[in-house]
Nanobody, 123 residues
Framework: QVQLVESGGGLVQPGGSLRLSCVAS????????MGWYRQAPGKEREFVAS???????????RTNYRDSVKGRCTISRDVNTVYLQMDSLKPEDTAVYFC?????????????WGKGTLVTVSS
């Protein structure tokens, strides 16, 4: 069991910045990667960024970003917290941002989700 709690969302003007945080608790030793997804109204949840957090994995620390946020977002981690620094925000970044943790039970991946934090980019 993994619990995820997001924070840091809010209202920001276009071109502004926000830093999202996600604190993981519970069986965090089982987490292989963590990341951020977002969901805008009427849209499916989409991948934003991820980072490998299991030191036993060869690609430990590797990050991935969707193309539309590359150069504007940075994902990082500190112990049991994952951050998403977002700069040069655009109205199309408006969405509920969900923290995700991927764990493994045998070879099967199990995903855990936070409740989400709303990011609104508007003038």
């Amino acid at each position: 069991q993994v619990q995820l709690v997001e924070s840091g969302g809010g209202l920001v003007q276009p071109g502004g910045s926000l830093r999202l945080s996600c604190v993981a608790s519970g069986s965090i030793f089982s987490i292989r990667d963590m990341g951020w997804y977002r969901q805008a109204p009427g849209k499916e949840r989409e991948f934003v960024a991820s980072i490998t957090v299991d030191a036993h994995i060869t690609n430990y620390g590797r990050t991935n970003y969707r193309d539309s946020v590359k150069g504007r977002c940075t994902i990082s981690r500190d112990v049991n917290t994952v951050y998403l620094q977002m700069d040069s925000l655009k109205p199309e970044d408006t969405a509920v941002y969900f923290c995700n943790a991927g764990a493994y039970q045998s070879p099967m991946r199990v995903d855990y989700w936070g409740k989400g934090t709303l990011v609104t980019v508007s003038s």
